[in-house]
């Protein structure tokens, strides 16, 4: 961007913030119940259909659009502030095994034959690359973090683009946008707004896909499946505790794979344990539209927790969820076969949003301040891609994304298991 047109937008923004005046705690408030009237039950309606009724009451609210010029304003500044992403310096030597594996535990990244992915929008990827708030309604699920396949893999390090840099016969990663029943989501059954209560139909889903899809040789291709679920049950619990508990999101969990190992051959499990959802009490200031969106429909109640007592229950939640998957991993339940594994990646366990000067840096999410923007699924990306080369109990639980991609040594080639760990 010129110096001219970077002063020019730097005048403008003045303008707006002499012009509008930051919205007071009522008036966010008055526009988070005027919006949550407009938005149907989550039993009723399905999440993409309430969150369309939600963005449209947002931009029907009286004082959406001096919001809205600020939030574009604000995001504007962030871009021209900022350089060019640069091409990303992939350093790792990708070899296949000389011959096809026939256990999990040998199994190097570039053996990988088909990826897979279950969960929710983030895995979807909602809003990835939208500009506002009617782009959360897309799902580009060709930038999603776990099974994205574009735009190439020098330019977006999302999972399967890290592998297609050695094997590139790598089939399942989406392509373009699209819901779950389109063309480009392939191997991505993950849906918008789902809980975990809806891991094992799209586990049945999943297998289906698999031995349908004319591309993968059910028996013979080595399966790396990712999944990721567990925010919305933590922003729904506050709705009903019983329902969204430890013990049932475990119980759906475990169930979904069950279902997995007992019908997929050859096949490397990553669950990823859940993020820390009590962020978006901070993340909801990132703009007056993402207060209301929050407090609205996506997660009112870790973004606008009613005491500290409830705060720490949340806290205390989230914890409960991540011990009860480690122990239910941890118990060698899915060790049972030579040519199947479950492991636990934690990257996201303690990971902070990327900061400027201590302030957040939104260019990391979309237009919500809650769903991941494409910078934020590429961190994600290559925060996986570095635990899965980690040994089970060494694994980091933050992200880095100005960090390095970790690789594969001479002493540990292989996705990292509980048995080759050792």
């Known amino acids: 961007m010129s110096t001219v047109l970077s002063l020019l937008l730097l005048v403008g923004i003045s303008a707006v913030d002499s012009s509008f005046s930051q919205p007071s705690k009522a008036e966010i408030h008055s526009a988070i119940e005027y919006v949550s009237s407009r938005v149907s039950d989550r039993s009723t309606t399905d999440w993409s259909s309430r969150l369309l009724q939600a963005v449209t009451a947002v931009q029907s609210h009286p004082v959406y659009h001096r919001w809205a010029v600020q939030d574009q304003m604000v995001r504007a500044s962030r871009r021209s502030s900022r350089q060019s992403t640069p091409k990303l310096d992939f350093p790792c030597d990708l070899q296949r095994s000389t011959e096809p594996p026939t256990s999990v535990h040998r199994l190097r990244p570039a053996d990988i034959d088909v990826v897979a992915a279950m969960g929710d929008s983030l895995t979807a990827g909602s809003g990835a690359r939208a500009t506002g708030i009617v782009g959360l309604l897309i799902e580009y699920r060709g930038y999603a973090w776990s099974i994205g396949g574009e735009p190439t893999p020098e330019e977006h390090s999302t999972l399967p683009n890290i592998i297609r840099h050695k094997q590139t016969n790598l089939y399942g990663y989406s392509t373009g946008n699209g819901n779950v029943i389109s063309s480009v989501a392939r191997l991505n059954v993950a849906e918008p707004g789902k809980l975990a209560s809806d891991m094992p139909s799209q586990a049945e889903s999943l297998v289906r896909k698999l031995k349908s899809d004319s591309k993968v040789d059910f028996n013979n291709d080595w399966k790396l499946i990712t999944i990721f679920v567990g925010g919305n049950d933590i922003c729904d619990y506050c709705k009903d505790k019983e329902i969204f508990s430890p013990e049932n999101y475990i119980r759906h969990i475990r169930n979904a794979l069950d279902y997995l190992h007992d019908n997929v051959p050859r096949a490397f ?25 929050l407090g609205s ?33 941890d118990s060698r339940r899915y060790d049972t076969r030579d040519d199947f594994t479950v492991v636990n990646q934690p990257f996201l366990r303690d990971s902070q949003p990327p900061r400027i000067n201590g302030e957040i840096d939104f260019d990391f999410f979309a237009p919500d301040c809650f769903h991941f923007g494409v910078r934020g699924h590429s961190a994600a990306g290559k925060g996986l891609w570095n635990n899965m080369l980690e040994p089970v109990g060494q694994k980091t639980t933050n992200w880095d994304p100005a960090g390095s991609f970790s690789c594969p040594t001479q002493e540990r080639p292989y996705l990292m298991t509980s048995k080759n760990s050792v």
């Open 269 to 293: 499990v990553n669950v990823v344990e859940v993020l820390d959802v009590t962020l978006v009490k901070e993340l909801k200031d990132g703009s007056p539209t993402c207060s209301v969106l």
């Open 297 to 329: 429909m996506l997660c009112k109640c870790p973004a606008f927790p009613e005491s500290e007592e409830q705060e720490q229950e949340i806290a205390n939640l989230q914890k409960d969820y991540q011990r009860l998957l480690n122990e239910l991993i």
